[in-house]
């Protein structure tokens, strides 16, 4: 089931997409699909990121995109990435006018199509409420982040702590509806915000007993958003 946010965000990606994300897959097909919905979330309500251009980077390689697409008027898009047989070490960034840059990062480098890579936009005013929401104050200079910590078929995890190298001023985990200063660990939806993360290489872990997760690393950028998947 896809979490349901009340002020913003994380990525909501769909059930098993058919991505393996083995670290060394024997065959890479030449072209990777990948598809999925932006939208735009505000406090209370969400919206279709209608004419968002969303291009495909290579870690590395933040100048240029591989390929890019424009939003449909629901907010649909699909990239059609070229390979050369690798996996597909890198991200998807979505820009649109009056919202802030939202950058999505797998768990891993794809290596099959990608279905379903949800990017929930935000306005630099709602991603403001976060900090009152997490008991904590905002430090411009610094980044949000925001995390789905899920099992390989992409549902969500209770009960998992999230940490950072650099670390956060503040893992702030949401409980039900709203973000919660107080919560230690993941709620049902399986989501945490990383508040106040130093910019720059950011390797994100997840831990919970009896599971292990793979840790990876994002760029966390200031000014913008940056989510991620965090799975085994």
């Known amino acids: 089931m896809r979490p349901t946010l009340f ?3 994380v990525l909501g990606c769909g059930g098993d997409d058919g991505n393996k ?21 505000e406090l209370t309500t969400m919206s279709a990121a209608a004419g968002a251009t969303i291009g495909a980077y290579k870690n590395g390689a933040d100048a ?13 898009y699909t990239l059609v990435i070229p390979t050369m047989g690798q996996a597909l070490d890198g991200y998807i960034k979505a820009t649109l006018t009056g919202v802030v840059d939202t950058y999505l990062y797998p768990a891993k480098p ?17 991603l403001d409420a976060l900090f009152p929401f997490c008991q904590t104050s905002q430090d ?9 910590v899920a099992d390989a078929g ?10 950072s190298t650099p670390a956060a001023s503040k893992y702030c985990y949401q409980a039900g509806t709203y973000p919660s ?13 990383m508040l106040n993360t130093p910019p720059g290489q950011v390797t994100v ?28």
Not at 21 to 41: H, L, W, Y
Not at 154 to 163: F, K, L, P, Q, R
């Open 110 to 126: 794809l290596t099959a199509d990608f279905s379903g890579a949800s990017i929930n936009m935000a306005s630099s005013q709602t």
């Open 21 to 41: 994300m083995v670290d060394a897959p024997p065959n890479v097909p030449a072209m990777i699909t990948v598809t999925g919905t932006a939208s735009k979330r």
């Open 154 to 163: 992409m549902t969500a995890i209770a009960g998992a702590t999230v940490t």
């Open 140 to 148: 411009s200079s610094k980044t949000i982040m925001a995390a789905l």
């Open 205 to 232: 872990s997840a831990s919970k007993p009896g599971s292990t997760f793979a840790s990876h690393d994002v760029n966390a950028r200031a000014g913008a958003l940056t989510t991620t998947i965090i799975q085994p």
């Open 64 to 76: 240029t995109p591989v390929v890019t697409t424009t939003a449909d008027a629901s907010g649909n």
């Open 181 to 193: 200063g107080s919560a230690t660990m993941t709620d049902a939806n399986g989501i945490v915000f």
């Open 7 to 9: 002020v913003v965000l």
